[in-house]
C-alpha cells in the first residue's frame, strides 16, 4: 500500500509541474475568456491545463475516474477519483 501511495504521489506531482508548465506559458499571451453556460468565466488555459492532465490521467490510470470542472466527469464511482 505504501508504494502504490508514493507512485500516486509522484504522479499527482508530475501532473501539478504539467499544469504550471502549461499556465506560464500561457502568461506569455493574451487571454481568451469566455462564459460557461452557468456564466462562470473559463480561459482556454483552464481547458488545455484539464484536457492535458486527463489525457495523462487517462493514460496511465485507466481505471481511475476524473471529477473536473471543465468537461463531463468520468467513472466517479471509481475506487481511485481525481479531483482536478
Known sequence: MENETKQLMRFAELLADTARSICL????????????????????????????????????????GIYGEEYENENIDATHVWVL
Open 25 to 64: 506559458d500561457a502568461l506569455q499571451e493574451k487571454q481568451t475568456v469566455s462564459l460557461k453556460p452557468d456564466h462562470s468565466m473559463v480561459t482556454e488555459t483552464d481547458l488545455a491545463i484539464e484536457s492535458r492532465l486527463r489525457e495523462l490521467i487517462g493514460q496511465r490510470y485507466p481505471d481511475h
